[in-house]
Nanobody
Framework: QVQLVESGGGLVQAGGSLRLSCAAS????????MGWFRQAPGKEREFVAV????????YYAGSVKGRFTISRDNAKNTVYLQMNSLEPEDTAVYYC???????????????WGQGTQVTVSS
């Protein structure tokens, strides 16, 4: 049983930065691989980034690679998404989620947060 709460979204100019946080409840946070997803209006949800339980391995969607960084602090039960060089195309609701499978697609993620809105102006 995991509860996730995202925060840190907002309005930012193109080229700017935001850091999203996802705070998790429970005592087993470190057992989960954590992913970030996003969904823009009128589009399907898409994968953004994933990080393994220990935080040593990460993987990114090609659209954000080199601009976004996923990290985690297991002592704080929190996963982060540092977003730099933001573009209007990054505008979306961002969600964090948990899985027990490093290779899972979004259907394999068990728990989801409520999402946080990121809006990038031109």
């Amino acid at each position: 049983q995991v509860q996730l709460v995202e925060s840190g979204g907002g309005l930012v100019q193109a080229g700017g930065s935001l850091r999203l946080s996802c705070a998790a409840s429970g005592r087993t946070f470190s057992r989960y691989t954590m992913g970030w997803f996003r969904q823009a209006p009128g589009k399907e949800r898409e994968f953004v980034a994933v990080i393994n339980r220990g935080g040593s391995n990460t993987y990114y969607a090609g659209s954000v690679k080199g601009r976004f960084t996923i990290s985690r602090d297991n002592a704080k039960n929190t996963v982060y998404l540092q977003m730099n060089s933001l573009e209007p195309e990054d505008t979306a609701v961002y969600y964090c989620a948990t899985t027990s499978n490093w290779y899972a697609r979004d259907s394999g993620y068990d728990y989801w947060g409520q999402g946080t809105q990121v809006t990038v102006s031109s």
